[in-house]
């Protein structure tokens, strides 16, 4: 099964449409993971009758209809397979804003805690085979204690990042994920 992974989209707020790239990468997907930061329900919306069945978490900058139409963090299942979903801002917040935060997300300081740990914390009592986050708008993709960490990077322009998506193939045996540059 193949899935489309996208995060950061900041519709209308970064970008007034989604780039005509992303529709060719994501043609013929099963099912689409939006990680927040979707910015205005109608996207979403948008993205179930242009795409195809999504499924979606909320981030820090959603506004207050995509809040109270999303949890933060879920588990979607794919046959033996369960993939956590969330932003990755509560490791921000859990971080209470710390100049470091941003060096500390994948262990680039000798400070304790980094969002893999952070990550593998929220999901360690789901058994979960993946977890997939965004917020960084870094893409990134690593196994981390026997589970797939993935992150597809922003699906629009932001400053020092390109913009890309990710595609997980998901099958019986395990599940690999891959980044698409737009």
Known sequence: ??????SDTHIPDMSPVLSARIEDAFKGLDIILHLGDISELYVLEE????YTLTFA???ER????????????????????????????QFEMAQQGAKS?????????SEPGTL???????FVED?????????????????????????????????G???????LNVEKEGIEGSIVYL
């Open 62 to 89: 959603d506004g207050p209809k995509v809040k109270r139409y999303l949890d933060e963090k879920r588990i979607v299942r794919f046959g033996e397979r369960r993939v956590g979903m969330i932003h990755g801002h």
């Open 116 to 122: 893999i740990e952070f990550l593998l914390e929220q």
């Open 57 to 59: 978490v909320s981030g």
């Open 1 to 6: 099964m193949k899935i489309g992974v996208i």
């Open 127 to 159: 058994d979960v085979h993946a977890i997939v986050c965004g917020h960084t708008h870094e893409p990134y993709i690593g196994t981390h204690g026997g589970v797939l960490l993935f992150n597809p990077g922003a699906a629009v322009p932001m400053p």
């Open 101 to 109: 935060w941003m060096q500390r997300l994948f262990g680039r300081t």
């Open 161 to 167: 990042h390109r913009p890309s998506i990710g595609i």
């Open 47 to 50: 993205f179930q009758e242009t």
